[in-house]
């Protein structure tokens, strides 16, 4: 049976479990959600998934929400991506814990902000605030990053999977690629690996889609 994901293009955090269910060569469909038309809000979506949030995993009767924990299931399911002993899945689930509170939890409220919300509505000391708590996440990245291809041990894994999940698109969000040379060079791994494909190709819905 196909497992679907409820997901949407523009959404990073849609992507890190899209990608890990797609390298880990799990048998997987999207379902689109069409959140600026206001999809997230509706009662059928909030009782599937009561926090109003892509992505939504479904695997038969199995429903489950929030990205770290379909990427839980997708190395239970697989034995991939999760690393190659117990200390090393310990130190995974530190990397994605950082991500969704540094990387992923500042990039992307600071990628809408600059980009989907209104003008008028825009917060230039909110951006502001946002670029430098980001700049300061990366900072560490590329620092790790230096003595290393992965984040954890010899192989790709969710650990890389979630901390890269914003980093690809290509709208304006404080991000230079060209400032942090070894993330630069971590992004081009993970974009060899057979199977790796950009948010915009792997899940439907994009800016353009609304132009």
């Known amino acids: ?12 955090n849609a992507y890190k479990a899209a990608l890990a269910l797609e390298l880990a060569g ?3 469909g999207p379902v689109f959600v069409d959140f600026f038309n206001g999809a997230t809000r ?6 599937l ?32 991506l999760g690393g190659a002993s117990p200390e090393a899945r310990r130190e995974v689930w530190r990397w994605v814990l950082y991500d969704n509170q540094k990387v992923s939890g500042i990039a ?27 700049a300061s996440a990366l900072g560490v990245l590329d620092t790790v990053l230096a003595d290393r291809d992965w984040l954890v041990g010899r192989d790709v894994t969710c650990a890389d999977l979630s901390c890269c999940g914003y980093l690809y698109y290509t709208e304006p969000f404080g991000f230079d690629r ?13 974009a060899a690996l057979p199977g790796w494909k950009h948010p915009y190709d792997l899940m439907p819905g994009r800016p353009s889609d609304r132009a």
């Open 42 to 47: 509706t009662a059928a979506f909030r009782a």
């Open 178 to 190: 060209s400032e942090y040379p070894n993330v630069d060079a971590w992004l081009d791994r993970i």
């Open 1 to 12: 049976m196909t497992i679907k994901l409820h997901c949407f293009g523009e959404s990073g």
């Open 108 to 134: 992307g409220p600071l990628r809408f902000q600059m980009n989907f919300l209104a003008k008028d509505k825009r917060d230039e000391a909110v951006i502001g605030f946002l670029k430098g708590r980001l």
């Open 26 to 28: 799990l048998d997987w």
């Open 49 to 80: 998934n009561a926090m109003g949030e892509v992505p939504v995993m479904e695997d038969g009767d199995l429903v489950l929400t929030q990205s770290g924990v379909i990427q839980d299931y997708v190395i239970e399911k697989t034995g991939k």
